[in-house]
């Protein structure tokens, strides 16, 4: 009986799509590894995102009443870009936050691209204005999160951060190449 030929490579390259990779390394095959490591996640198979449900954990109350924490009366200078915002975008700062309408919500939450004229306060009694895109309260959260050099700033923004399946590996920590090496019918997430 005859058998199917069998094909190998000298070039690591896949017979049927003709795709290449380098050397079979050991480095290739672990995720504490760049050189296995998925590129998305740095090898995690997960990422954090700052989670609108933790930023705004009781949607009934309205911007002015703290419905985001740190962006209230209390710190003028938040407080000014949201009320320019609501301003500009003609919502009340007393309706309670999931009365606004999705757009609204999502302007907030998620930045705007068109341009607003801000009006905020230092706090100290300094009024600048200027007009510019609003970056949305994620965005903030996030740029500050990556920029601050202060535990005590990360440690407070740490508490609006939740986690996610990475969605490049799909929660296996290696890169494409790594995932698709086979033995038999069985990639190495699999056999791990």
Not at 93 to 118: N, R, V, W, Y
Not at 162 to 185: H, M, P, T, W
């Amino acid at each position: 009986q005859q058998q199917e030929p069998l094909v190998f490579s000298n070039q690591f390259a896949c017979p049927i799509c003709n795709h290449s990779i380098a050397d079979l390394e050991p480095k290739l095959f672990s995720f504490n590894s760049p050189t296995g490591a998925c590129a998305t996640c740095d090898g995690l198979g997960k990422h954090h995102f700052f989670d609108p449900k933790k930023i705004i954990p009781n949607p009934q109350k309205s911007l002015e009443e703290g419905a985001i924490l740190g962006w209230t009366p209390d710190n003028a200078f938040y407080f000014d870009l949201i009320s320019s915002l609501a301003k500009h975008f003609k919502f009340s700062l007393s309706t309670p936050f999931s009365k606004l309408s999705k757009t609204i919500q999502d302007k907030i939450l998620f930045g705007t691209t068109e341009k607003i004229d801000f009006d905020a306060s230092s706090g100290f009694g300094y009024q600048k204005k200027y007009t510019s895109t609003f970056e949305g309260i994620v965005n903030n959260f996030d740029r500050r999160y990556k920029n601050s050099d202060s535990d005590s700033v990360k440690e407070d923004l740490h508490k609006y951060i939740s986690y996610k399946v990475c969605e490049s590996c799909n929660g296996k920590r290696l890169n494409e190449s790594a995932r698709n090496v086979f033995i038999q019918d069985f990639s190495l997430p699999d056999v791990v």
